[in-house]
């Protein structure tokens, strides 16, 4: 089994792991001595090298920032072990709320609402607590209104690298 080769990867590894978050490319350049694009091609090499190898860890980039995740292919064997509990389906007034969101960030409440038509306070705050979104600052109009956007989790969530895909996957299916 081949493995990570160069003391680089090697490093990177060792930085992803003790972090336990996601570290933007700038970060990890800067703390490994190499400029950015070197940085990207030694984790995109990782990436495969734990694709190829079907490694229990994968590596899982979103907007530029860089996270070791489990392989989902043992997620069954991780669940009895930890004895997860499933995430949660999203309601349809909490997916209708986030399409919104997702397409038309950054999105104030009276956009949400005037598209659906209802009150979209509970929505919005279900989905700031799990994460998907967040605030993104405000609106340069009266009474400044936050404007939310889609978060790094949602993307981690979606398995997307950036909202770019999202819109991209989109107009191709």
Not at 11 to 22: D, N, P, T
Not at 72 to 78: E, G, K, L, V, W
Not at 132 to 146: N, S, V, W
Not at 163 to 170: C, F, G, I, Q, Y
Request: charged residues 25%; aromatic residues 6%; contains cysteine.
């Amino acid at each position: 089994m081949p493995g990570l080769t160069t003391e680089r990867e090697k490093m990177l590894e060792a930085m992803l792991f003790a972090s336990g978050e996601s570290v933007p490319l700038s970060k990890l350049a800067e703390a490994l001595g190499c400029d950015i694009p070197l940085t990207r091609n030694l984790l995109t090499r990782m990436a495969e090298t734990y694709k190829q190898e079907k490694s229990g860890i994968q590596l899982t980039e979103a907007n530029d920032c860089y996270l070791l995740c489990t392989n989902p292919i043992y997620y069954p064997a991780i669940g009895r072990l930890l004895q997860a509990k499933p995430r949660r389906a999203l309601s349809q007034t909490l997916l209708e709320t986030l399409a919104i969101i997702a397409f038309k960030q950054p999105v104030t409440k009276a956009v949400i609402e005037s598209i659906r038509g209802v009150n979209c306070d509970h929505g919005v705050n279900k989905l700031l607590e799990y994460g998907l979104i967040t605030e993104k600052g405000r609106l340069d109009a009266p009474g400044r209104p936050i404007l939310f956007e889609t978060s790094e989790e949602f993307l981690l969530f979606y398995g997307l690298r950036s909202v770019e895909e999202l819109m991209s996957k989109t107009t191709t299916n």
